[in-house]
T-cell receptor, first 110, second 117 residues
């Protein structure tokens, strides 16, 4: 799976949109971009994934650049409960174990 | 999507003892994973298990570890002779559609916190 790069930490004010970037310049054509988050020591939680089109669900939106070398996860109205470590993972077809990096520690400020 | 449940939530054991961690599927899932997370470190893949066989394992998953589905429902991770460095959170995860591109979302359980003294 392709390596991803994320900033180690970010702050966002409560109620504002949180935009979390991820670089995956070596992503291959069959790899999807997945986002998970981990709140404190809980199990990682799936957020959203996409291949090349932008995606939106009840939790977030995912914007993938046309060249697929980077993406942005958007939490439209961040709340304090969104404080967590967010992981961007490039995953190809198959059922391989996920390779987690250090992720981005998002801190929502009141 | 329902996740899996895990038991126990916490386990304290003495070094050298055997521990068994359990993953309980909500429904008849077939494809499972085990991960561990040492305090303050990254989540690390250990092993994947499909249809009662190991599918993939990492370098961490050595002879000290084993997985099985003893009764056709619960999915267990056994650590034969625990060491201090086995202290970690252990997460079980499942996927519904292994091998289908874009449908390999993994759903994680709440974890078992293992402390080896």
């Amino acid at each position: 799976d392709a390596k991803t790069t994320q900033p180690p930490s970010m702050d966002c004010a409560e109620g504002r949109a949180a935009n979390l970037p991820c670089n995956h310049s070596t992503i291959s054509g069959n790899e999807y971009v997945y986002w998970y988050r981990q709140i404190h020591s809980q199990g990682p939680q799936y957020i959203i994934h996409g291949l090349k089109n932008n995606e939106t669900n009840e939790m977030a939106s995912l914007i993938i650049t046309e060249d697929r070398k980077s993406s942005t996860l958007i939490l439209p109205h961040a709340t304090l409960r969104d404080t967590a470590v967010y992981y961007c993972i490039a995953q190809g077809g198959g059922a391989d174990g996920l390779t987690f990096g250090k992720g981005t520690h998002l801190i929502i400020q009141p | 999507e329902p996740e899996v449940t895990q038991t126990p939530s916490h386990q304290v054991t003495q070094m050298g003892q055997e521990v068994i961690l359990r993953c309980v599927p909500i429904s008849n899932h077939l494809y499972f994973y085990w991960y561990r997370q040492i305090l303050g470190q990254k989540v690390e893949f250990l092993v994947s298990f499909y249809n009662n066989e190991i599918s993939e394992k990492s370098e961490i998953f050595d002879d000290q570890f084993s997985v099985e589905r003893p009764d056709g429902s619960n999915f267990t991770l056994k650590i034969r002779s625990t060491k201090l460095e086995d202290s970690a959170m252990y997460f079980c995860a499942r996927t519904d559609h292994p091998g289908l591109a874009g449908q390999e979302t993994q759903y994680f359980g709440p974890g078992t916190r293992l402390l080896v003294l």
